[in-house]
């Protein structure tokens, strides 16, 4: 299985101007297997967004080496795909063009001409291939910009708070697709998060950063089979733990009460 | 009375009122005898113009009651074209049935209609001449100024030479190159056909790299991601994001083009709408210039009408960004 990700000592900073550097990620190390589904999750500042942006290749590391199955990375490529908060979908081009856009560029749309059609079916937009974004609602374009990733048959996708944008839903919907996604594909998927029950629910792995200095705070093994149950013990264990990380658990040994 | 059965009233009129406001000028023209300080013209156009414009609208009267769509237009417009012939009618009045606007400058409605039918032959081979140098200086214009346009937009270089000269250059109207370009070029088809091609390209060039220039990164990001290279994110990414504010441009640069035109063949021209104008007003035939005005202002808003037809076919994907 290909899509084995390797990050050594990634140091990003910003530059500003007259005052001092910003540290957007210091000295990450984190290694992700081929095939796993992996969460980054973060106050906002922890330099997620970041991190995924260098896999992607489109900004590069300060310190440091990036690897995909080994092969150093440099520039974008169509193996790291890249779904964005905001779909992002081009707006002159119908649905059916927007997932046929990678294939086009890449001069190999005519002979993968039902691969479009088959991606189109598996994120449940048929029969809507001929409409443009503007006349679909925010879900469905996200499916749409998550076909146009998959149609390239990437090794990794990277899925930068992908459900964000949508209702609740919506959303749990979504989760449920991308997870059977993910199975039919067999690909590496690492996606940034805000919400921790979506981390738990999706991930072989949630990657729990910390911001000032943006690091890695610890990585948590989720060892639990799907489907997952949000009500399940376990479920709620890895929640509190995960919230405990990043300062929202209360404190609950402090309470003290008054006979 | 409810107030639907109101509504179909007034809509009535409105269907009604073209006819009525063409029969009256029409008996007006025909009882009230021309001022005899008007030079007479060799035939009564305008009552033809009447006869005919008044047999075109009972047809489509007749026609709205069989065709829903006919109907609705006619009653939206009805108004409007009851008062485009009320306006007709003052001036007529005004002109040769008393003869109260000073008689040089304001013929009869009769000749100027006149001068459409019997000067028709020399009107047309300006026309032809206008059209031709307009669309040789206005496709150059255009092709010249996207493509400077998409370089400036994507190149830094390219932007950092060319885009000072840009806006030194571009805001000056393209008609003060006149001497310039008299010097410069061997003919006046030459000179005018450049002088034209600069006053789209400016607006062309502006409106395009600005237009490259507000593309959102992440759309650049999203392609690069797919597989896009350099060129791929110029033409399948950049350009397409562009093109509402290219056609922004190129509206602008048809409406000066127009404008230099009617200019440009001011000098030394041998023919061509500005041209045949220009030289009816030194003739003091004004009623042959306020003809070549009318033929103006239909061939240019035609022109106008087909920019836009061919932008709402190609920005099918957005609706309206200027309304025609």
């Known amino acids: 299985m290909v899509g084995e990700l390797s990050i050594k000592g990634v140091t990003k900073r910003f530059r500003r101007e007259g005052e001092e550097d910003v540290i957007a990620l210091n000295g990450v190390n984190l290694n992700i297997k081929a095939g796993s589904f992996v969460s980054l999750i973060g106050p906002s500042g922890c330099g997620k967004s970041t991190l995924l942006r260098l896999i992607a290749g489109l900004s590069d590391a300060d310190e440091g080496e990036l690897q995909l199955d080994g092969k150093?990375?440099?520039?974008?490529?169509?193996?790291?795909?890249?779904?964005?908060?905001?779909?992002?979908?081009?707006?002159?081009?119908?649905?059916?063009?927007?997932?046929?856009?990678?294939?086009?560029?890449?001069?190999?749309?005519?002979?993968?001409?039902?691969?479009?059609?088959?991606?189109?079916?598996?994120?449940?937009?048929?029969?809507?291939?001929?409409?443009?974004?503007?006349?679909?609602?925010?879900?469905?374009?996200?499916?749409?910009?998550?076909?146009?990733?998959?149609?390239?048959?990437?090794?990794?996708?990277?899925?930068?708070?992908?459900?964000?944008?949508?209702?609740?839903?919506?959303?749990?919907?979504?989760?449920?697709?991308?997870?059977?996604?993910?199975?039919?594909?067999?690909m590496t998927m690492i996606m940034v998060t805000h919400d921790v029950d979506e981390a738990i629910y999706l991930s072989d792995k949630v990657i729990v950063m910390s911001p000032r200095p943006a690091k890695i705070e610890q990585v948590i093994d989720i060892e639990m089979g799907r489907p997952r149950a949000r009500s399940n013990p376990d479920f709620l264990q890895y929640r509190s733990k995960i919230l405990k990380i990043l300062n929202f658990g209360g404190n609950v040994e402090d309470i003290s009460y008054y006979i | 009375m409810n107030t639907n059965a109101k509504s179909k009233t007034t809509d009535l009129i409105k269907e009604v009122l073209p006819c009525v406001s063409i029969v009256f000028t029409l008996l007006l023209q025909l009882m009230i005898p021309d001022s005899a300080s008007h030079p007479q013209a060799d035939a009564h156009y305008f009552t033809y113009v009447l006869w005919i414009s008044l047999v075109v609208w009972a047809l489509i009267f007749i026609l709205s009651f069989f065709r829903q769509n006919v109907r609705k237009k006619l009653i939206y417009k009805g108004y409007f074209i009851a008062g485009a012939i009320l306006f007709l009618n003052i001036v007529n009045l005004l002109t040769v049935k008393s003869a109260l606007l000073p008689v040089l400058y304001f013929p009869s409605l009769d000749r100027i209609f006149g001068v459409l039918i019997t000067d028709r032959q020399l009107i047309l081979k300006c026309l032809l001449y206008s059209i031709r140098l307009l669309s040789v200086g206005f496709l150059s214009g255009a092709v010249i100024g996207i493509i400077s346009g998409i370089a400036i937009g994507f190149s830094k270089t390219v932007s950092y030479w060319l885009m000072p000269v840009v806006r030194v250059l571009g805001p000056i109207p393209s008609t003060a190159w006149i001497p310039l370009v008299?010097?410069?070029?061997?003919?006046?088809?030459?000179?005018?056909?450049?002088?034209?091609?600069?006053?789209?390209?400016?607006?062309?060039?502006?409106?395009?790299?600005?237009?490259?220039?507000?593309?959102?990164?992440?759309?650049?990001?999203?392609?690069?991601?797919?597989?896009?290279?350099?060129?791929?994110?110029?033409?399948?990414?950049?350009?397409?994001?562009?093109?509402?504010?290219?056609?922004?441009?190129?509206?602008?640069?048809?409406?000066?083009?127009?404008?230099?035109?009617?200019?440009?063949?001011?000098?030394?021209?041998?023919?061509?709408?500005?041209?045949?104008?220009?030289?009816?007003?030194?003739?003091?035939?004004?009623?042959?210039?306020?003809?070549?005005?009318?033929?103006?202002?239909?061939?240019?808003?035609?022109?106008?009408?087909?920019?836009?037809?061919?932008?709402?076919?190609?920005?099918?994907?957005?609706?309206?960004?200027?309304?025609?």
């Open chain 1, 72 to 186: 150093k990375i440099v520039g974008t490529s169509y193996e790291r795909g890249l779904v964005f908060q905001n779909p992002t979908l081009f707006p002159w081009l119908n649905i059916q063009d927007n997932v046929a856009f990678g294939l086009k560029v890449r001069h190999i749309h005519r002979q993968n001409k039902s691969l479009v059609k088959e991606y189109i079916k598996l994120v449940g937009l048929e029969g809507f291939e001929k409409s443009y974004p503007h006349q679909l609602s925010g879900g469905m374009c996200q499916r749409a910009s998550l076909a146009r990733s998959l149609v390239g048959k990437p090794k990794v996708l990277l899925l930068d708070e992908p459900l964000g944008a949508l209702d609740a839903f919506t959303r749990m919907n979504m989760q449920d697709e991308l997870l059977r996604i993910w199975k039919e594909e067999n």
């Open chain 2, 182 to 324: 008299l010097v410069c070029f061997p003919s006046a088809v030459s000179a005018s056909t450049f002088l034209i091609a600069v006053a789209v390209w400016f607006p062309t060039t502006i409106m395009t790299s600005s237009g490259i220039s507000n593309v959102q990164n992440s759309y650049f990001e999203v392609s690069r991601t797919l597989g896009a290279g350099k060129l791929a994110q110029i033409f399948e990414v950049g350009v397409p994001a562009a093109m509402p504010h290219m056609f922004l441009g190129l509206f602008n640069g048809t409406c000066s083009s127009f404008i230099t035109l009617v200019t440009a063949e001011m000098i030394g021209a041998k023919y061509g709408i500005g041209w045949y104008v220009n030289w009816q007003k030194e003739l003091l035939a004004y009623a042959n210039v306020y003809a070549g005005l009318i033929v103006i202002a239909v061939v240019f808003s035609i022109l106008i009408t087909l920019l836009f037809k061919v932008r709402d076919k190609v920005l099918l994907w957005q609706k309206g960004v200027i309304k025609w």
